[in-house]
Every structure is written in structure tokens, then in C-alpha cells.
């Protein structure tokens, strides 16, 4: 895993790509459109105040919560496979321009059922966004690049829970109209975006069968770093979606104070996807940084579990720095499931990854509500501090370690004569 990795050159594969500026533009109107899909997507939790004043139950309004995630897990591989097909630009742009219109239809929609339906809807058709813009980054950057690539774009999972919490609290106290008419533009603009400024990279020509790789599944390290980063996604979903309840219900706080804080909190996570980037760039490992910082959101969720249950002003830092670091993990998956995937798999590879993380995102608002329902906040906390500990255990830190070695090796080979 050091130094520059090969792409391979399967059908459809993309062809490495000169070093230009434009490949910057394309970074961040990926990142722009990575954030609209990704404050309605994860931003909803912030109307849980007003769906409560509403009369929905706590555990009716998480499941509302949960409907786009759900929807989402539908479509993430079709999503992923279209893109390997046809490029990101297309999927990008269809996807996030039908979620617009669908948020948009969703105000005149009657019912609990009809909202719960468009939300998933949207979910699904927001999925293009999830699946595909993670290929361009393996098109246009090279490996010594990517893992701060990958950390910009993965930056606007929280980056769109930031804009949900400044935006949709205060949106909300004249209904859902309101939220919902601004999350379908966002998602509106974003696909226009794409359409005009992302350029897909190049593919190289296509190869006889006997010289195409197979399939990257048959080793079983794709499959841990699914299995990680899914454990993984439950904490992180438990701060991002129960932050807002927590500061409201057990400190008092009201829901726009408790948003605006909260936004400032998911900056600062934007910020640590960045530096893991950095990290993982500068060391030459995805792995061992992201096994690092699995430790540290166990060990931060157990230190929140202690301070909910003490009552303690202490409480409030500790959430913020459970949010902060349960967030820095995702680009480094995402970025090693990009390079062991290679181009001709990346979109379905990413797919997958996409899919193992939401389906645990989709149940945790749920079941979590119950949780916090029957033994309080606190004991919820302690239980949810096992998820990221076992994602450390998971991590393919050893398999990566010896894939570096043999690539040394293999070098050293070419470079010895007769080798």
C-alpha cells in the first residue's frame, strides 16, 4: 500500500489522468453535491423537536428519520453499477435532480404514510450521489492524493448535517413546508452543478477477457472494511441524530442554540475527515489510522456514558468530541475500498460499502429511540461504545501491512538485474 498504487485496466477502467486544475473544480462540485444529498439525508433528526411538537412520538418521528436511509439501501449497487456504465456525471445529476422534485412533491403529499414514502423516495434517488462521486476521485487524483481527496469529499456527510442544524430547526417552526421546499432546491441547484462543471476521466480501451482482473471479492479484506465501517456508523449516527434530543431533553438547551452548537460540532468533523486524509497520505496506510480512531470513539462514547450519567456540564464537550471523531473514519474506508476495488469495480465496490453503512444507519435512529426510551440516555451511550471497539478488531491492518511488503518486494525484484 506505499508509494503509487497501479490501476487496472479492465473494460470500462479509467485511464490515469495528466495533473490538472480542473480536477479541483470537479472535487468540490462533488463535494457541494455530496453535502445537498447529505442534508436531507442525515439532516432530518434536526426536525425531531418539531415533529415531537406536532404530536409524533419519539420513536415515530425516528423512524421518519430513518425513511430516506431505507430508501437509500434500495438503490445504492443498482446506483453504483450505472455509474461503472456510464459515468458519473449522468448518475450524479439524475439522481439528485429526481430527490429535488420529490422533497419538493412531499409538501403536498397527505399523511404521515405519503411523507414517510416521498422521504424514502428521495433517499433512493439521492443514492446517485453516495455510489458515484468516490470514482472521480480515483480518475482524476493519484494514490499519494487521495486519502485528503476522499477526506474533502466525505467531509460533506458532516459538513450536511452542519447545514441541516443551522438551517432546519428554524425552518421548522412554521411546519415541514419549509424544510422540505429548501432541502429540494439545494438538491436542485446541486444537480445543475454537476451537469455543467463535472467532466468524467477518460477510460482506457477495452482488454481481451483472458487479461481483465477478477472480481476484488475473492480476497476477504473488502469485506472487513464493509463490516468496520458499518459497526462504525452506529455511533456516529447516535451522535449526529440524538445530540440535539440530548442537549434539549437532559441539559435544557433549546433546539435552534442546541443546532447552532451542534453545526459547529460537525464542522470541526468535517475538518478531522481531512486531517485522517492527511494522515493516511503522509503514512501510507488507511488502515492503521482508522483502527486508531475506532479505539478512541469507543473509548469517547464510554467517557459520554459516564458523564450523561453523572449529570455533568462535562456532558456537552464530551458530545461534541464524540462527534468529532466519530466521523474522521469514513473517507479512510471509503478511499481503501476505492484502491482495492480499482477502477472497473470502484462503483459497485463503493455501492456495497454504501449499503452495509446505511443499513445500520436506517436502524439505529429506531432502535436507539427505544433504547433511550427504556434505560435513558446514558446506558444507550455505554451500549453503543461496543460497536466502534469491535470495528477496531476488524480492521485488515496486518493484511495491509503485508500488501505493502510485497509491493516493496516486488520493486526491489524489478530493480535488481536478472531480477
Not at 48 to 58: C, D, K, N, Q
Not at 92 to 99: C, D, F, I, K
Not at 144 to 161: K, Y
Request: proline content about 6%.
Amino acid at each position: 500500500m506505499n508509494g503509487q498504487a497501479s490501476e487496472p485496466t479492465a473494460p470500462g477502467a479509467l485511464a490515469p489522468m495528466p495533473p490538472t486544475g480542473r480536477r479541483w473544480l470537479i472535487l468540490f462540485t462533488g463535494l457541494f453535491a455530496l453535502t445537498a444529498g447529505c442534508t436531507f439525508q442525515y439532516g432530518l433528526a434536526y426536525l425531531i423537536p418539531s415533529l415531537r411538537h406536532e404530536g409524533f412520538s419519539l420513536e415515530l418521528a425516528g423512524v421518519l428519520v430513518a425513511c430516506p436511509t431505507a430508501g437509500l439501501l434500495l438503490a445504492l449497487i443498482a446506483w453504483g453499477a450505472a455509474a461503472d456504465r456510464w459515468g458519473e456525471r449522468l448518475v450524479l445529476s439524475a439522481g439528485l435532480g429526481l430527490a429535488g422534485l420529490v422533497l419538493l412533491a412531499a409538501r403536498a403529499v397527505p399523511g404521515t404514510l405519503g411523507l414517510g414514502l416521498c422521504l424514502g423516495l428521495a433517499g433512493a434517488a439521492g443514492g446517485s450521489v453516495f455510489a458515484a462521486s468516490g470514482r472521480l476521485i480515483l480518475g482524476w487524483f493519484a494514490r499519494r492524493e487521495r486519502g485528503l481527496a476522499m477526506g474533502i469529499r466525505q467531509s460533506a456527510q458532516p459538513l450536511g448535517v452542519a447545514v441541516a442544524a443551522v438551517t432546519l430547526p428554524n425552518l421548522a417552526a412554521g411546519g415541514l413546508g419549509a424544510p422540505l421546499v429548501f432541502m429540494g432546491v439545494l438538491c436542485l441547484v446541486s444537480a445543475v452543478a454537476v451537469l455543467v462543471l463535472v467532466r468524467d476521466p477518460a477510460r482506457a480501451p477495452a482488454l481481451p477477457s483472458s487479461a481483465r482482473p477478477g472480481s476484488p471479492y475473492r480476497q476477504g479484506v473488502l469485506w472487513r472494511i464493509h463490516l468496520a465501517s458499518a459497526l462504525l456508523v452506529v455511533s456516529q449516527f447516535t451522535v449526529s441524530t440524538f445530540a440535539l434530543v440530548f442537549l434539549v431533553q437532559a441539559r435544557g438547551w433549546s433546539a435552534p442554540d442546541a443546532g447552532r452548537l451542534l453545526a459547529v460540532g460537525q464542522a470541526l468533523g468535517a475538518a478531522a475527515r481531512l486531517g485522517a486524509g492527511w494522515w493516511s497520505d503522509r503514512s501510507g496506510s488507511r488502515m492503521r489510522p482508522m483502527r486508531i480512531l475506532a479505539v478512541s470513539t469507543g473509548v469517547a462514547m464510554l467517557a459520554l456514558a459516564g458523564a450523561a450519567a453523572a449529570h455533568s456540564p462535562v456532558a456537552v464537550a464530551v458530545l461534541l468530541a464524540c462527534g468529532l471523531v466519530a466521523v474522521s473514519t469514513n473517507g479512510l474506508a471509503f478511499t481503501a475500498v476505492a484502491e482495492y476495488a480499482g477502477s472497473a469495480w470502484a462503483g459497485r465496490a463503493l455501492g456495497i460499502q454504501n449499503t452495509g453503512q446505511n443499513a445500520l444507519a436506517a436502524a439505529t435512529p429506531p432502535v436507539l429511540a427505544l433504547a433511550i426510551g427504556a434505560i435513558g440516555f446514558s446506558a444507550s451511550f455505554g451500549l453503543v461504545a461496543v460497536f466502534p471497539l469491535a470495528a477496531a478488531a476488524v480492521v485488515p491492518v496486518a493484511f495491509e501491512r503485508s500488501a505493502a511488503a510485497a509491493a516493496d518486494a516486488a520493486k526491489a525484484s524489478a530493480r535488481t538485474p536478472g531480477g
